[in-house]
């Protein structure tokens, strides 16, 4: 933190290799599948060194990029709300990750799953994704998301009732959602 403030040649280089996969991971975790994710991760990153000095206490760094990748991967997710076109382009032009092994169901669930996340509110997607995809407690899911407990309670709940009732009519989901594995 010294050297970020301090403006040292390597700092951002050291705070990239020790944060990098995190911030992607929680990128990729609100946003699923996507060609932006390591653009977007560099862009978290330009952010954070351009306000490192708003951080008064270096133990809340790692929150501080955490929820600084929050809200650009929000910015993301209402700008494409806001853009018509997408929708006139394939999904085969998405790029996906190799991935060992996956069965064509699992792939087609995750498909689906953020399929159906793009059609929930993005303050509800990005709580849900936190907490249940990528695991975080409340707390830090409030913190990453800049809103008190409660709040971020409500949000939970609201995506989670929301994407149960699109998953149980969506094919790919089904036998997820019952708890089978297809």
């Known amino acids: ?23 992607q991971r929680i990128l990729g975790r609100i946003l699923g599948v996507d060609s932006e994710l390591p653009d977007l991760t560099q862009e978290v990153f330009l952010r954070a060194l351009e306000g490192i000095e708003r951080i008064d ?28 076109w997408p929708v006139l382009l394939s999904q085969t032009h998405v790029v996906e990750p190799a991935v060992q092994a ?21 303050d509800d997607r990005i709580a849900l994704s936190l907490h249940v995809f990528e695991g975080m407690e409340l707390t830090d ?6 809103v008190s407990l409660a709040t971020i309670k409500r949000r939970i709940a609201r995506g989670r009732e929301r994407f149960l009732a699109l998953a149980a009519e969506h094919p790919a989901l089904q036998d997820w959602i019952r708890g089978e594995e297809p």
């Open 141 to 146: 899911t409030a913190s990453a998301c800049g």
């Open 1 to 23: 933190m010294d050297g970020l403030l301090q403006k040292r040649a390597a700092a951002p280089a050291a705070l990239f290799q020790r944060y990098g996969r995190d911030v």
């Open 102 to 122: 996956a069965d064509h169901c699992a792939r087609e669930a995750v498909r689906a799953t953020y399929a159906l996340l793009d059609k929930i509110d993005p």
């Open 57 to 84: 206490d270096p133990c809340r760094l790692r929150g501080w990029l955490m929820s600084t990748a929050v809200y650009a991967a929000r910015e993301v997710i209402r700008r494409r709300r806001r853009r018509w």
